[in-house]
């Protein structure tokens, strides 16, 4: 069974960093991206960014560019979102999700997600 857990939510204060990990399991069919959405309270779901699992490349929203880096590890099972830098517009639940094909960031075409983990950004 496929399966996406995230790791890693937790409280931080406003300038601080956290990571957040994302541990893919029991796929059948390749996927060659995943990816980090967000949803804040009241707002709609957006991307933050995503990686090509194959070669790394990354690509991200501008909201986040610059602070936040997403990498994966060598075994290319586990994603993580560094997050840097973080401000109270940070505070969401996070989702990783995979798919077979690109999909840039438009989380209605994401096929494989996780159940989500809360990152609260606190002044």
């Known amino acids: 069974l496929e399966q996406l857990e995230e790791s890693g939510g937790g409280s931080v204060q406003t300038g601080g960093s956290l990571r957040l990990s994302c541990a893919a399991s029991g796929f059948r069919v390749t996927m060659y991206y995943m990816a980090w959405f967000r949803r804040a309270p009241g707002k709609e779901r957006e991307g933050v960014g995503y990686?090509?699992?194959?070669?790394?490349?990354?690509d991200y929203n501008d909201s986040v560019k610059g602070r936040f880096t997403i990498s994966q590890d060598n075994a290319k099972t586990t994603m993580y979102l560094n997050m840097n830098s973080v401000d109270r517009e940070d505070t969401a639940t996070y989702y990783c999700?995979?798919?077979?094909?690109?999909?840039?960031?438009?989380?209605?075409?994401?096929?494989?997600w996780g159940q989500g983990t809360q990152v609260s950004v606190s002044s």
């Open positions: 999700a995979a798919n077979a094909i690109f999909s840039y960031m438009d989380w209605r075409l994401w096929s494989y």
């Open positions: 990686i090509n699992i194959q070669n790394g490349a990354a």
